[in-house]
Structures are given as C-alpha cells and as structure tokens.
C-alpha cells in the first residue's frame, strides 16, 4: 500500500503547477483523498478533498478558485491543479487516503513559489 505524490517544485508567483498522488496496492476509487500542505514552522493544514463517490470537492477558502482537485480512478491517480500561485504556497504538500480504518498518507513534495 502506496501513496506517491509528484509534481512539485519551484514556480514563480502568478505561474501553475500540477501535483499527482498515485496509490498502489489498494483501488483508490474507495477512499476519500485529501490534500494537505506543510509550511515552515507551521501546523499542517487542509488544502482540498474529493469523495470517493460523485467526486464532490472542498477547499480551504485560502486556495478556493485557484486550485482543483480531481481524480481518474481507472489510473489510480488524484490530482492537485495550482493556479495564480503565490509565495505564502510554498510548502510540503501531501496526498491523504481515507476510508473506514484505512489511513494511508505520501511522502510529500516540496512546491516552492518565489520570483
């Protein structure tokens, strides 16, 4: 049972970038997937999620109209879009998979936002 996030790295303010959280030995399209971020010196927070069924979204109001979450389960893979990014972005970000008592998070990928 894996969680594999990709797709961070450095951008400048205004730019986009695309996170992917891939699962392995698991079917991903049972689980609620959540994204959340670690910045510096603070706690971690709730970034977005998307349900297992229907595929309905939330965000924190700090990223909502900016970033997107989805998923293709038939690739086994979540996705974090980022637009409008700005420096206040920048941490770890981690994939989250949860259902029942399965509890399954990443390793995390570093997303930086500085000119």
């Known amino acids: 049972v894996q969680l594999v996030e990709s797709g961070g790295g450095l951008v400048q303010p205004g730019g986009s970038l695309r996170l992917s959280c891939a699962a392995s030995?698991?079917?991903?399209?049972?689980?609620?997937v959540y994204w959340y971020r670690q910045a510096p010196g603070k706690e971690r927070e709730l970034v977005a999620a998307?349900?297992?069924?229907?595929?309905?979204?939330n965000y924190a109001a700090s990223v909502k109209g900016r970033f997107t979450i989805s998923r293709d389960n038939a690739k086994n893979t979540v996705y974090l879009q980022m637009s409008s990014l700005k420096p206040e972005d920048t941490a770890v970000y981690y994939c989250r998979a949860l259902g029942g008592y399965f509890d399954s998070w990443g390793q995390g990928t570093q997303v930086t936002v500085s000119s």
């Open positions: 030995g698991f079917t991903f399209g049972s689980y609620v």
């Open positions: 998307i349900t297992s069924v229907g595929g309905g979204t």
